[in-house]
């Protein structure tokens, strides 16, 4: 099955400053990348995914990478803010037919400090 | 358009006892996901199911554990003589139909402690 390894699983960055989180994956098949943030004691929120098709996505100051040959995709958070402190997970999915949508695995997650 | 719904938030049981965590996707989704998570980790797949159907319950442990999405009501987790092991946050997800994009939304979780 999939397997996702994320790094690193703490990261303090100044407020202002870049901050940037890696995964990889194993499955050549998985074809779609979700990021999710998650705050004390709530689920967890999707804030951007990426599809196998597309190399690089953004959305403000929120953007992801691909590259589906050396299999790992990255998060970058430009101009943090305090409120992006939370904890950080990658995911991979494989859907394997159009009957429905296939499970997510998910990385181990990345603890996400900013210091004001 | 309310978000995927899932209660109680919080249940304690005691060891031996049944635990049962409901979960309402958002509308007009029809496929639901549970995942489970322990403290300071990720989250682990247990459970899809379509409207009265499992279609992949190969994160579920072989006992004690089933899940049921009727065809009208919410989806049910159900945990028969509780651990304490089985302490955790019980994730809900659902997405879209059949042919619909790829995301999963989830709920804000149950959180089961084992006494």
């Known amino acids: 099955g999939e397997n996702v390894e994320q790094h690193p699983s703490t990261l303090s960055v100044q407020e202002g400053d870049s901050a940037v989180i890696k995964c990889t994956y194993s499955d050549s098949a998985s074809n779609y990348f979700p990021w999710y943030k998650q705050e004390l004691g709530k689920g967890p929120q999707l804030i951007i995914d990426i599809r196998s098709n597309v ?3 953004k959305d403000q100051r929120i953007a992801v990478t691909l590259n589906k040959t050396a299999k790992h995709f990255s998060l970058h958070i430009t101009e943090t803010q305090p409120e992006d402190s939370a904890v950080y997970f990658c995911a991979a999915s494989i859907r394997i037919s159009n009957f429905g949508n296939e499970k997510l ?3 181990t997650g990345t603890r996400l400090t ?3 | 358009n309310a978000g995927v719904m899932q209660n109680p938030r919080h249940l304690v049981r005691r060891r031996g006892q ?4 409901r979960c309402s996707p958002m509308k007009g989704h029809s496929h639901v996901y549970w995942y489970r998570q322990l403290p300071e980790e990720g989250l682990k797949f247990m459970v899809y199911l379509q409207k009265e159907n499992i279609i992949d319950e190969s994160g579920m442990p072989k006992e ?9 009501g919410p989806s049910i987790l ?3 003589q509780v651990v304490r092991g089985d302490s955790a946050a019980y994730f809900c997800a659902s997405s879209p139909r059949r042919g619909s994009p ?3 939304y989830f709920g804000p979780g149950t959180r089961l402690t084992v006494t």
């Open chain 1, 105 to 107: 695995t998910f990385g």
């Open chain 1, 55 to 57: 190399g690089e996505k």
């Open chain 2, 78 to 80: 159900r945990i028969q």
């Open chain 2, 64 to 72: 004690r554990f089933s899940a049921e999405f009727p065809k009208e």
């Open chain 2, 102 to 104: 790829y995301e999963q």
């Open chain 1, 114 to 116: 900013i210091i004001p």
């Open chain 2, 18 to 21: 049944e635990a049962r965590l």
